[in-house]
């Protein structure tokens, strides 16, 4: 649903000012004329998220005294409204967080396989992975996890969830104004929702969206004033559950009531190791993103990567080995440990890591037919979204959710107004059959009821003498593990700036296919010189979007938004 506005969007400046607008809204979030602000700095707490209005709802909540946690919240149900491709309600994600007592946090709200799927659900008569149907409409969408763990999250907040969720609603309501990427984004996806979709949505309209349009979403305004009125039960009870579940009937989905009400979010042990003095907190299986970070940092640990040089071809190629070595371990050992025993002990022992890059040629590249998992003791469009928070008192919070492919499975449950996600897809639906960004695997991550699909979200804090020192996270698929291991090497190995972090170009390796995917920007020579090692090169478009907090020594808080979208860092 649109409304006009009088001035067009731009990307720098949005919009000057009408009062009959502004009069709408009593909290002091503008949804029609706002900014983005690439790099702030401030002394009390910083947000930083795919959206200028996420990012400030987080802000105005540590405004109102709110601690990290509080504006994770609130940061989250604002993209859910404001970023529909990747923030969500119909999804789930993973949150790290380390708090000013010392407590550290990993909550595990991945999506759940229904109680009635099977893992040959998607191969047809003939043995031939379905992954349209995977990937694409009703049967691609497992049990959402996010409001679940909002409310698990909740219980370390300072706020009411009534504070938190109420600048969403409103956003939801009365609607905000899109970007001209938000228009292009919603104009791709129309024949999708032709097609996957039962009943009208707010997104689907015959004329084409514009930047300068106002994205009203009543429906999903509804629902998330059932969620303040009730809790978790105003999501998985009620009246959201029965159109979550009418709209699976309609669609030949199988989500079901028992299926909704059954799901709880986890508390886990958070993925902790040490990397060269500096602790690093990140999240445990069923993502993938913890263990990969940890065994990439410490392949690369004992060699002065340093003064290889920053995208140097001996550095890349390094970091290209070490990618390699840790993506074929997670086609063969990595998922749900409720339901599979990952040998993470083993895949981290320190014999185990150097052994595995004992056949490491500098000056030559390895093959990955050649290069399989290591013997160990025992046997995700790129539509994710990160934020990243800090406060004043010393609490770091680092979350990413995801819908898995962009808008998910482009089903939007009719009446409720959010989109499902198409996380089923992360199963490994046969063995050795690519999901849709290519990563393979076997029996650790084959469908059963109830289990957690594997994931490769990598939500992460670095710790310096015991202090949140830098927090961060990317969307990205397969490539999250891998842009985060770059971010942190690019600071602590490199000493970049927290900008240049971000921002310069990243790379990727991940086992199979056998290949190298660089930005278009990545420096030429490098390249060439890779290629010259036996490297295949291939260029793409724009790997993850980090965002990132690092504490400077005079205790401020630089925030730094990613170029390679709409994001945007708020602080005060």
Known sequence: MIRPVLVLLTMSTLLACHSSRKAVAPNPIDPYHYSIEKTVTGHKGAVVSAHPLASEAGVLVLKKGGNAVDAAIATQLALAVVYPGAGNLGGGGFLVAHLQNGKELAIDYREMAPATSSREMYIDKDGKARTDLSQDGHLASGVPGTVAGL?????????????????AIELAEKGFVISEREARSLNGIQQDLQQFNT????????????????????????TLRRIREKGAAGFYEGETARLIVEEMQRGKGIISYADLKNYAARSRQPHRFDYKGYAVISMPMPSSGGLLLHQMLKMIEGRDIASMGFHSPQAVQLMIEAERRAYADRAEYMGDMDFYKVPVAALTDQKYITDRMKDFTPGKASDSKVIGPGKAAAKESEETTHLSVIDGDGNAVAVTTTLNGGYGSRVVVGGAGFFLNNEMDDFSIKPGVPNMYGAVGGEANAIAPGKRMLSSMT????????????VTGTPGGTTIPTSVFQT??????????????????????????????????FPAATQEALRKMGYKIDSRGDIGRVEL?????????EAVADKRGDDSASGW
Do not use: C, M
């Not at 300072?158 to 504070?163: D, I, P, Q, R, T």
């Not at 997104?203 to 969206?209: E, M, Y």
């Open 488 to 521: 942190i090497v690019n600071i602590l190995d490199f000493g970049l700036s927290a900008k240049d972090a971000v921002d310069k170009a990243k790379f990727h390796h991940q086992w199979l296919p056998d290949a190298v995917f660089v930005e278009k920007d």
């Open 199 to 222: 009943r009208p949505n707010a997104f689907q309209q015959k004329d084409k969206w514009k930047a300068g349009d106002t994205l009203v979403q009543k429906d999903l305004a509804a």
């Open 459 to 470: 939500p992460t804090i670095v710790l310096q003498n015991g202090k949140p020192y830098i």
């Open 151 to 167: 409310f698990e999250a909740a219980r370390y907040s300072k706020l009411s969830f009534k504070e938190l969720i109420d600048p």
């Open 549 to 557: 907090i690092r504490v400077l020594p005079d205790g401020k808080f």
